[in-house]
T-cell receptor, first 109, second 115 residues
Framework: KNEVEQSPQNLTAQEGEFITINCSYS?????LHWLQQHPGGGIVSLFM???GKKKHGRLIATINIQEKHSSLHITASHPRDSAVYIC???????????FGTGTRLQVTL | NAGVMQNPRHLVRRRGQEARLRCSPM?????VYWYRQLPEEGLKFMVYLQKENIIDESGMPKERFSAEFPKEGPSILRIQQVVRGDSAAYFC?????????????FGSGTQLSVL
C-alpha cells in the first residue's frame, strides 16, 4: 500500500464549479504540501500544512491529522486552473518528500 | 530575486554518454533537493545536499548517479553512462533551512531524453 493516496486521479470540471481533491496517508507526518504542476512541467508550491486550514485566493487546503487526510478545494474554477495537483508528505527529515501520483484537473469553458 | 534556475531545460544524450544537470538555488538558500519524475510516474526523492555536503542520498541509484553542491556555483546532478531508463524529468528545489515546515521552491526541471 502506498504511503500517500490521492483521489480522484483525473477530474474534469466546467468553469465555475467547486472542486475538491483528496489526499489520504498512512504514516506520521510533520507537514503536508500541495503542489501544482503546469502542463509545461513547472512545479509551484501552493500550501504547506501541519494543521487546520489555509486559504490563498480561490484555493483552500485543509488537513485532519487524526484522520490522516487532507483536501484541496478550488472555488469558482477557471480553465487556467488546469494542471496536475500533487500531495506530498514530509515525514520529518527536512524536505525529503514522499509524493502522491497526482490528480490531473481539466477545467473547460 | 531570481527563482530556482535549472539548466538545461532539455538535454538529449545517447546511451553511454554523460549527463550533467545544473541547479542554482534561490539566493540565500543553502539546501538543495533533487527529485526525479519518470514518465507516467510520480516524483521521487533522490538526494538532499547542503553546501559542500551530501545529507541524504537514500533515493539515488547505487551506480552511475552522483550529486554535488560546491561552495561556489550550482548544484550538479551527474549521470554517467546514461541508459534509456534514465529518461525522465529531473527537478531541483531549494529552501533556506532544513526545518520540516519550510516551503520549497522548485525549478522548472530538466527533461532528459536518452536515445
Amino acid at each position: 500500500k502506498n504511503e500517500v493516496e490521492q483521489s480522484p486521479q483525473n477530474l474534469t470540471a466546467q468553469e465555475g464549479e467547486f472542486i475538491t481533491i483528496n489526499c489520504s496517508y498512512s504514516v506520521g507526518i510533520s507537514a503536508l504540501h500541495w503542489l501544482q504542476q503546469h502542463p509545461g512541467g513547472g512545479i509551484v508550491s501552493l500550501f504547506m500544512l501541519s494543521s487546520g486550514k489555509k486559504k490563498h485566493g480561490r484555493l483552500i487546503a485543509t488537513i485532519n491529522i487524526q484522520e490522516k487526510h487532507s483536501s484541496l478545494h478550488i472555488t469558482a474554477s477557471h480553465p487556467r486552473d488546469s494542471a496536475v495537483y500533487i500531495c506530498a508528505l514530509n515525514t520529518g527529515t527536512a524536505s525529503k518528500l514522499t509524493f502522491g501520483t497526482g490528480t490531473r484537473l481539466q477545467v473547460t469553458l | 530575486n531570481a527563482g530556482v534556475m535549472q539548466n538545461p531545460r532539455h538535454l538529449v544524450r545517447r546511451r553511454g554518454q554523460e549527463a550533467r544537470l545544473r541547479c542554482s538555488p534561490m539566493k540565500g538558500h543553502s539546501h538543495v533537493y533533487w527529485y526525479r519524475q519518470l514518465p507516467e510516474e510520480g516524483l521521487k526523492f533522490m538526494v538532499y545536499l547542503q553546501k559542500e555536503n551530501i545529507i541524504d542520498e537514500s533515493g539515488m541509484p547505487k551506480e552511475r548517479f552522483s550529486a554535488e553542491f560546491p561552495k561556489e556555483g550550482p548544484s550538479i546532478l551527474r549521470i554517467q553512462q546514461v541508459v534509456r531508463g534514465d529518461s525522465a524529468a529531473y527537478f531541483c528545489a531549494s529552501s533556506p533551512s532544513n526545518r520540516p515546515n519550510e516551503k520549497l521552491f522548485f525549478g522548472s526541471g530538466t527533461q532528459l531524453s536518452v536515445l
